[in-house]
C-alpha cells in the first residue's frame, strides 16, 4: 500500500492516471503527446506506477498498451470508508462537482 | 485487430489452485462475487450463468478452459433489454505464480461500439477483485453493495 501512496503522491503521474481514465489502452507515444514532459520522464512515472499496479500494461501486436488498474485505489476506498458511507459520499462528490460546474 | 477496454491486475497471496477454484466454484462465487453465483461444469463449450436471487444476470459461453492457468468465457448481460441485444464481449483470466503471490491479469474486451455492458462491468470489477483477494487472503470477503448489476 505504501507504494501506491507513493505513486500517487505526484501530479505528473496522476496527470497521467487521468490520461488513462479519460481513455484505456493508451501506448507510451499517444501518453506523451501534448504533455510538457519527456518521454523518458514519462517512460519513468509509468514504471514507478506499474510497480505501485497502478498501471498494468498489455502487449497488443507490435505495441505495448496502458491501462489504469483501479484496483489497489478500490482496495484502499475500501479500508477505510464503510458501506453506508458510501451512497452519501457519493451524493457529496455529485453536489462537489455541479457546485463547482456552476462557478466556471 | 481491436484493443481490449479493461485489462485489471491484481497480486493475491494465495495459489494457482486456491484462485482457480475461487473462480469456478458455485458456493465459493456466492461469497465474494456481489451476491452472484456462477453455474458451470467450466468445460470449454459449456453453459455457465451467473444468477443473483435465482434470476440469470449475465449469460456465458466458456470459450478456454485450462486449469489452473488460464480461463476465458464470452458475456452476455441479459438483464437489461439493451445489453441483452449486444454481441457477446469476452473474459479472459490468466493465472500466474510469482513467488509467494499469484498475478492474475482479467481482461475483458469486444464490447458492441456504444455499449452499454461497459461502464456497467467497469464498476462491478474493481469490486468483485478486491473482495476475491480479500477473501483468499483474509477468508473475509469485501461488503458489497448488491444493489448494483454485476
Redesign the interface.
Known sequence: MDEVFKALADGSRRLLLDRLHAR??QTLLELCDGLAMTRQAVTKHLAILEAA?LV?S?K??REK?H?L???P???IG?RWIR?FE?GKLAALSELKRKLEKRDE | MSKPEFVYTTYIKTTPDKLWHALTDREFTHRYWMDCTLTSDWKAGSRMTMERGGEVKNECVILESDPPRKLSYSWVSIFDEDMKKEKPSRVTYVIEQRGDMVKLVVTHEGFADGSKTLPSVAIGWPMVLSSLKSILETGQPLILDPSKDA
Open positions: 484505456n489502452g499496479n498494468t498489455l497488443h501486436g498498451l491501462y488498474n483501479p484496483v485505489i478500490h482496495e475500501e458501506k458510501r
